[in-house]
C-alpha cells in the first residue's frame, strides 16, 4: 500500500543523506517534497499541515546545519514523527483479568467486518486464547451462515440462534454461553449499514450495555482512502470505540487513511488486515510501519512471524547444517513451505533493511514461481536433491519433464541453490552480505 509514498520519502530522504552539509533552504526543500508526498498519498490535508509543521519545528530544534550527520538527523526526525502521526507507542487489546473478554466489532457493510472478526479470533486462538465468536450481524443476508464458515476454519466456537431477529437477545445469550463455558475471548460481530444511521447506533448501544464490551474496535477499509478517516471520525462523533481494525492493508490505495486516522479521530489501529487468508493479521505498530515506509525495514515482525512457524530445535539444526554446508535441496524445500505460512514472499522480503529498494522495478514476487521450484524438487531423486551439483544433463531433462517444467528452468534452480548456499554461509560466519547480493542471489 505505502509503496508510492515510500519511494518519494526515500529519494528525498536519499537526497538529503548525500549532502555533507544542510543550509536552511536544503531543509525547507525536504519539507515541501515530504508535504508533497504525502498529500499524493491521500493523507487529510489538515494532518499534513499539522505534521509538516510539527516536523519543522522539531529539526529547528536539532538545529541541523551544526548536526554531525545531518542527514541521519533529518531521517531520524521524520521517523519519529511519522510514528507520532500514526500514534506512537501503539495500543494492545485490554484482557479481563476474570471471565470472557468481550470485543464488540462494528463497521459499515462493505468494510470486511465478518472476516476481520474470523482473522481476530484466528490470531487471539493462536495466543492460547480460549476464543468464541457471536454472530449477531442478523441484517445482511447470509451473514450468519459466513461466519460461522469462517469460524469452523478458524477452528473457534460461533455463537448463533437460527431464526432469531432480536440482536441484542442474540448478543445477550452469547456472552451468557461465554461466562458459563469459560471463554477467555467473546468477540461480537455486529450488523453493519451503507452509512451512519440513528437506527445502528442505537442497536450498537443496546448490544454494547449487554455485552459490556472490553474494547469496541471499527473496522474500516484502507483502500477506500479518505472515506475510511470519514466513516471513523463519524463513528467517533456519534460512537465511542477504543481502537480501529483497518482491512486491506495490502492493497494498491496510497495509504492515507492509516496515516489519518489515528490524528484526525484520536483512536489508534490496532490490528491491521493485510491479506485474504485468515492468519494474514497483525498488531499494529507505528514505529515499525514507520521503518517499512522509510525502507529501514521492520526486523522485529520478520522476528516474530518466524518464531511463530520455527521451534528452537529447527533454528538449531538448520544453522549445523549451514555452517557444515550440509544444507540440501529437502531443507530449502521445507525452509520454503515453512516461510510460505508466513505470508507472501513480497510483504516478508519487504521488513528486510533495504530490500524494498532493492525490490523496486522487479513487480510483486511472483508465488507461482515458487510452485514451479517444488515441482521440481519433488521430481528429484534423494541423491539429487543431496546433491545436486552432481545432475547431469540427462538427469535435468527426466527432472524437467516430470515436473513439467523446461530444462532451463531446472539449470536456473541450480545455479540459484548454489548462490544461495554461499550466501547462507555468509550469513552463518557473521557475514551480511547487502540487499543487492541477496537480490542476486535469489534470481
Not at 55 to 79: F, W, Y
Request: glycine share 8%; aromatic share 4%.
Amino acid at each position: 500500500m505505502f509503496d508510492q509514498l515510500s519511494d518519494r520519502l526515500q529519494g528525498v530522504l536519499s537526497d538529503v543523506r548525500s549532502r555533507g552539509k544542510l543550509s536552511e533552504d536544503d531543509v525547507n526543500k525536504a519539507l515541501r517534497e515530504v508535504r508533497l508526498a504525502l498529500l499524493e498519498a491521500d493523507v487529510n490535508f489538515k494532518v499534513v499541515k499539522d505534521f509538516t509543521a510539527a516536523l519543522k519545528e522539531r529539526l529547528a530544534g536539532e538545529d541541523v546545519s551544526e548536526a554531525l550527520n545531518p542527514g541521519q538527523t533529518v531521517i531520524k526526525a521524520v521517523n519519529d514523527e511519522l510514528t507520532e502521526l500514526m500514534g506512537g507507542a501503539g495500543r494492545d487489546l485490554v484482557f479481563a483479568p476474570s471471565g470472557p473478554t468481550v470485543i464488540l466489532m462494528t463497521g459499515l457493510q462493505g468494510s470486511g467486518k465478518t472476516t476481520a472478526t474470523a482473522k481476530l479470533a484466528k490470531l487471539l486462538k493462536k495466543q492460547n486464547k480460549n476464543v468464541a465468536v457471536a454472530a449477531v450481524d442478523l441484517q445482511r443476508p447470509a451473514a450468519v451462515e459466513q461466519l460461522e464458515k469462517l469460524g469452523a476454519q478458524a477452528k473457534v466456537h460461533v455463537y448463533s440462534q437460527p431464526g432469531e431477529t432480536d440482536a441484542v437477545k442474540v448478543a445477550e445469550w452469547a456472552r451468557q454461553q461465554a461466562v458459563q463455558e469459560n471463554r477467555d475471548v467473546l468477540i461480537v460481530d455486529t450488523a453493519g449499514r451503507l452509512h451512519v444511521d440513528q437506527d445502528l447506533m442505537d442497536e450498537l448501544a443496546q448490544v454494547r450495555k449487554v455485552t459490556k464490551p472490553h474494547d469496541i474496535l471499527l473496522v474500516v477499509d484502507a483502500m477506500t482512502g479518505q472515506d475510511a478517516v470519514n466513516v471513523a471520525e463519524s463513528f467517533a462523533e456519534t460512537a465511542d470505540f477504543d481502537g480501529v481494525l483497518m482491512t486491506k492493508l495490502d492493497g494498491d490505495a496510497r495509504g492515507g487513511a492509516a496515516l489519518s486516522v489515528q490524528a484526525v479521530t484520536g483512536k489508534p489501529i490496532i490490528y491491521a488486515s493485510t491479506g485474504e487468508k485468515l492468519d494474514e493479521i497483525e498488531r499494529f505498530h507505528p514505529d515499525r510501519m514507520a521503518g517499512r515506509i522509510l525502507g529501514m525495514g521492520d526486523v522485529m515482525s520478520l522476528i516474530e512471524k518466524t518464531q511463530d512457524e520455527f521451534d528452537e530445535e529447527q533454528a538449531a539444526d538448520l544453522e549445523r547444517k549451514i555452517r557444515k554446508q550440509q544444507f540440501t535441496l529437502d531443507d530449502f524445500l521445507q525452509q520454503m513451505k515453512q516461510v510460505r505460512k508466513m505470508g507472501p514472499l513480497g510483504n516478508l522480503m519487504k521488513m528486510m533493511p533495504g530490500m524494498g529498494k532493492a525490490m523496486r522495478g522487479m513487480g510483486q514476487v511472483d508465488e507461482r514461481e515458487l510452485d514451479r521450484i517444488e515441482a521440481i524438487i519433488l521430481s528429484m531423486t534423494p541423491f539429487e536433491r543431496s546433491h545436486p551439483t552432481e545432475i547431469n544433463g540427462s538427469r535435468r531433462k527426466r527432472i524437467a519433464t516430470g515436473s513439467g517444467t523446461t530444462v532451463q528452468a531446472v539449470n536456473r534452480l541450480v545455479k540459484q541453490f548454489g548462490q544461495m548456499n554461499k550466501l547462507m554461509k555468509q550469513l552463518s560466519e557473521g557475514k551480511m552480505p547487502d540487499a543487492q547480493q541477496l537480490m542476486r542471489g535469489m534470481r
